[in-house]
């Protein structure tokens, strides 16, 4: 069974920092393509960042362009989720979700597309 397993959230003060991690058993992240979601309560899950099975490719929102970066390390088998100068509009559960079949560019932010899901990590920003 593969699991995804995300890490690294906390509570923050609004302008800082904090990265976010997913790692993966029984799975190698390199040969999917990988995408950082986040729900906010009473709100749908949205897509924040996806990176490509080769990693030569990242997608943003345009609410966390320029403060949020995705990278890949896959010595580590992990994904990255670097998130600064945050603001409390950022407050929600994050989620990693891997995708190997059905994704593409234009599509990277559909939840449907993704075949494995973490169980998500809260962030939460104060103000």
């Known amino acids: 069974q593969v699991q995804l397993v995300e890490s690294g959230g906390g509570l923050v003060q609004s302008g800082g920092s904090l990265r976010l991690s997913c790692t993966a058993s029984?799975?190698?992240?390199?040969?999917?393509?990988i995408t950082w979601f986040r729900q906010a309560p009473g709100k749908e899950r949205e897509g924040v960042s996806s990176?490509?099975?080769?990693?030569?490719?990242?997608y943003y929102a345009d609410s966390v362009k320029g403060r949020f970066a995705i990278s890949r390390d896959n010595a580590a088998n992990t994904i990255y989720l670097q998130m600064d100068n945050l603001t409390p509009e950022d407050t929600a559960v994050y989620y990693c979700?891997?995708?190997?079949?059905?994704?593409?560019?234009?599509?990277?932010?559909?939840?449907?597309?993704?075949?494995?899901w973490g169980q998500g990590t809260q962030v939460t920003v104060s103000s």
């Open positions: 979700a891997s995708a190997t079949t059905w994704w593409f560019p234009s599509v990277w932010s559909e939840v449907n597309v993704y075949d494995y």
């Open positions: 990176i490509s099975s080769g990693g030569d490719k990242t």
């Open positions: 029984r799975f190698t992240l390199d040969a999917a393509a």
